[in-house]
């Protein structure tokens, strides 16, 4: 199974960019790699995905190794509401479900 | 955009009732749904997908049924739990993809389900 690794959890300051980090050393070529995050008492929320390159869009950036073993969410400037549990996630070798893992908690500090 | 929506946000009912969860795509056409479950301090576990028109396709371990689920439209799925009992109190997720493309997943709010 393509299973991503993270950290239990991190802690940031607001205001100040944070780099989540995932492990993947079984990606296969077809798997995208995938990021969602649950607020408190809500549904997961996407966030970003990607193949191969580097991915931007408003909410973060994703930042993935050249030999795709590892990627990196970035949040440009961590804000109390981003204070959630963000999930690493490969689909592709189970078509489009997907498995979440336990995931990184961010606690953000004022 | 991609906008999914949930109905009830949270419902009490009695041992033995059945309770029906909808979810809804606003401004997308959902080709494929799917239902989750989580259960406090766990992460989410898939129950389900389904597709419109199709049969539901069930994880492992997930009593078909026990947990209906009918996906009549494009834009609606429902989950229902049949005879509940305390042990199916959870925070039930749908989520819906086609918008994003097939591998990316909009989530609704969620539905808190108590059962006394």
């Known amino acids: 199974d393509a299973k991503t690794t993270q950290p239990n959890s991190m802690e940031s300051n607001e205001e100040e960019p944070v780099h989540l980090p995932c492990n993947h050393s079984?990606?296969?070529?077809?798997?995208?790699i995938h990021w969602y995050r649950q607020l408190p008492s809500q549904g997961p929320e996407y966030v970003i995905h990607?193949?191969?390159s580097n991915v931007n869009n408003r909410m973060a950036s994703l930042a993935i190794a050249e030999d795709r073993k590892s990627s990196t969410l970035i949040l440009h400037r961590a804000t109390l509401r981003d204070a959630a549990v963000y999930y690493c996630?490969?689909?592709?070798?189970?078509?489009?479900?997907?498995?979440f893992g336990a995931g990184t908690i961010l606690r953000v500090k004022s | 955009g991609a906008v999914v929506s949930q109905h009830p946000s949270w419902v009490i009912c009695k041992s033995g009732t059945s309770v029906k969860i909808e979810c809804r795509s606003l401004?997308?056409?959902?080709?494929?749904m799917f239902w989750y479950r989580q259960f406090p301090k766990q992460s989410l576990m898939l129950m389900a997908t389904?597709?419109?028109?199709?049969?539901?396709?069930?994880e492992q371990g997930v009593e078909k049924d026990k947990f209906l689920i009918n996906h009549a439209s494009l834009t609606l799925s429902t989950l229902t739990v049949t005879s509940a009992h305390p042990e199916d109190s959870s925070f039930y997720i749908c989520?819906?993809?086609?918008?994003?493309?097939?591998?990316?997943?909009?989530f609704g709010p969620g539905t808190r389900l108590l059962v006394l």
């Open positions: 989520s819906a993809s086609g918008a994003g493309g097939p591998e990316t997943q909009y």
């Open positions: 079984t990606i296969s070529g077809t798997d995208y």
């Open positions: 990607g193949l191969t």
């Open positions: 996630i490969l689909t592709g070798e189970y078509g489009n479900k997907l498995v």
């Open positions: 401004d997308f056409q959902a080709t494929t």
């Open positions: 389904s597709n419109e028109g199709s049969k539901a396709t069930y």
